[in-house]
Each structure stands twice: as structure tokens, then as C-alpha cells.
């Protein structure tokens, strides 16, 4: 992922309920779920809730779950992770729907690895929003 810039003063760029479904990986063997928990998006990794980690919004569609060195540590995660691997960037099909969302969780994977919505049922009517 490019060298990502902090956009102060953005907003989310949808309701916080269009985010939440079932994602996967291409290989359908690591899902991520992400839920809408008092009023803010939590990711719960393979749908664990002793994986769960709450997102806050960094810019337009993109989300953190970077806690400090010592929250990192009492979760039992990696702390020597680039900056890059606490960043969840969703992004929208055609029709302006969030499809899929990408994480680099692998260096050697420069560009992240895609995760799709699982459920994508809920996409077959768009309310017009923008009352968040």
C-alpha cells in the first residue's frame, strides 16, 4: 500500500451498517467479521470474539486497529508490524456498494490481500444516505 496521508477533517464515507457482513480471502481460508458494536465497527478475526479489535476511522474508507505497544502485548500480537498492517482500506464495486476490503498482513505481499463480502444480498436496494 502506498504511503498513506492522514486527511484531517474527513469523514466516513458510508453508514457504519454498509461495512458490516462476512469477509474472505480469495484461498475461503481466513474470514474476517466485521460488526457494528456501540456505534463503532469491531474486527473479529475467523468470527472470534477473543479476536476482536475495534476499528476507528482514519480517513474516507479506511480504518485502524493499531492499540498501543503494551495492548498489542497483553493481546499476545506481533508488535514489530510496519504501519501498513493495521490498516483495513474498504473499497466499493461499480455500483458504489463496499465489496470487499484490502489488509497487508504479508510483506511480501506489498499490495495487501483482497477479502470479500461474503453476503452481498443486502446490495440489491441502495437507501440514499447521508444522515450519519
Sequence with gaps: MDQLTLIFGSSVSKRLNEYVGVY?????????????QNE???MLF??????NFKLEHYHYNLFTWLLSR??????????????????IRFEENEAGYIHNFVWV????V???????????SRHTSRET????
Design 110 to 120: 506489498p499490495m495487501g490481500e483482497k477479502f470479500v463480502l461474503q453476503d452481498a
Design 46 to 51: 475467523q468470527g472470534r470474539e477473543d479476536e
Design 40 to 42: 463503532q465497527l469491531a
Design 105 to 108: 498482513n504479508d510483506p511480501d
Design 24 to 36: 474472505q480471502n480469495d484461498a475461503g481460508s481466513f474470514e474476517i467479521k466485521i460488526e457494528l
Design 129 to 132: 444516505n447521508k444522515g450519519w
Design 70 to 87: 503494551n495492548q498489542l502485548i497483553k493481546r499476545g500480537r506481533w508488535v514489530l508490524q510496519p504501519a501498513d498492517y493495521y490498516i
